[in-house]
């Protein structure tokens, strides 16, 4: 998989640049492999063993964004159960204003 990222109008060397800085930038993205033939993918416990700690001089700003997104999702997963899949006209007859159990699922409050 390759993630191409550019605008119209730009030179296909420019482009080439920017695909091989992704990839250095971004492995991640991008299956890690025993052996230069690519053959066998790592798993990810294998991976794990290979993770190094993240650099000290994180970005606060950026951190604070990641947490409250996750939070968010937390939040909205929680809280948004009962209505899930629901059309919006639903919503906004019953609009969700506490936890509640049910919802597609049968899910437990909180869950």
């Not at 968010?72 to 159960?81: K, S, Y």
């Amino acid at each position: 998989m390759l993630l191409f990222v550019a605008e119209v109008g730009q030179h296909s060397s420019h482009k080439n640049n920017h695909v091989r800085q992704i990839a250095r930038d971004k492995q991640w993205l991008y299956p890690q492999y025993h052996d230069s033939q690519h053959i066998k993918i790592k798993r990810p416990d294998e991976l794990e063993q290979e993770m190094k700690d993240p650099p000290e001089n994180i970005d606060k700003s950026i951190l604070d964004r990641i947490q409250g997104s996750m939070l968010g999702m937390a939040l909205g997963d929680t809280l948004g159960a009962p209505v899930e899949f629901e059309p919006p006209e639903y919503l906004t007859v019953n609009p969700v204003t506490d936890l509640q159990g049910g919802g597609t699922w049968g899910l437990k409050k909180g869950q």
